[in-house]
């Protein structure tokens, strides 16, 4: 499955990518496997398969209706220049990776687990921010380039992330994130002793500025962020607790 080539492609910041799927479906016994290729302008970027075990036998004489089946899926996004994707190339430049796991993608809830993650990114300025600061009107990236990583996923009865921004020298910002399943269903059908949902932030000499260019925000600030955060909202008694320094 091509992008059209008579069409115009995917815009990246002036580039122009034009995707392909290339799709191998492999059947065997009660073995299913759909193996995709993820291209962009001829060069592979990633890859994405699907495993599941169909009973077509019973499908096909009646013993057993049709039904979606567990089916496993990961996928994989090589370590890409983002600067020629569309939408990140507009937030960071550098190279990424990331990977998502599915171990049932029609269970309730899924086991749904991702990982990214980049040696060296740079902030890229929002447009309104390098038109109004002269010296940065011709800038490609402001900061120097920080560590990522991040992980998370739904896994038993809460979802959840984490992440980190390593700037070097000391400098870093850790958060780390959790919602239960209930705070997605009516408060009657819930059941006691739930755990809260939480946030938490702590930065270590966390420099603000480059941040604060790359948001579409119209401030001009600067400086370091040194501290933590912690934010909680309990299910059960509906109250918020915040602290920090």
């Known amino acids: 499955v091509g992008w059209p080539r008579d069409l115009p492609g995917l815009d990246a910041c002036g580039l122009e990518r034009h995707a392909e799927l290339v799709m191998l479906l492999r059947a065997q016994g009660m073995s299913a496997n759909l193996e995709t ?7 592979t970027i990633g890859s994405i398969t699907a495993s599941a075990r169909p009973d077509v036998t019973a499908w096909l004489t009646g013993r057993e ?3 979606l089946l567990p089916t496993q899926v990961e996928a994989r996004l090589n370590a890409l ?3 020629e994707l569309p939408v990140l190339c507009r937030y960071v430049a ?4 990331a990977e998502l796991f599915a171990g049932d993608i029609f269970a309730t809830p899924p086991e749904l687990r991702f ?4 040696g060296s990114l740079q902030l890229v300025p ?3 921010q390098t038109q109004r600061l002269g010296n940065l009107r011709t800038a490609r990236t402001v900061g120097r380039a920080f560590k990522l990583s991040a992980s998370g996923g739904v896994e038993r009865e809460r979802v959840s992330f984490t992440a980190q921004i390593d ?3 000391g400098s870093s910002l850790s958060a780390f994130g959790a919602v239960p399943r209930a705070a997605f269903v009516p408060k009657e059908k819930r059941r006691p002793g739930l755990e809260p949902i939480e946030a938490r932030l702590v930065a270590t000499r966390f420099e603000l500025s480059p941040v604060l ?4 925000l119209d401030v001009r600030a600067g400086g370091r962020l040194d501290g933590n955060m912690r934010f909680a909202y309990g299910l059960d008694n509906e109250q918020v607790e915040l602290e920090g320094a």
């Open 37 to 43: 290729t993820v291209l962009a302008d001829a060069d």
């Open 65 to 67: 209706a049709p039904h």
């Open 213 to 216: 260019l790359a948001l579409p």
């Open 126 to 128: 929002r447009l309104s």
């Open 167 to 169: 700037q070097g020298n």
């Open 94 to 97: 550098g190279p990424l990776r």
């Open 81 to 83: 220049a983002t600067e």
């Open 115 to 118: 990982l990214v993650e980049s």
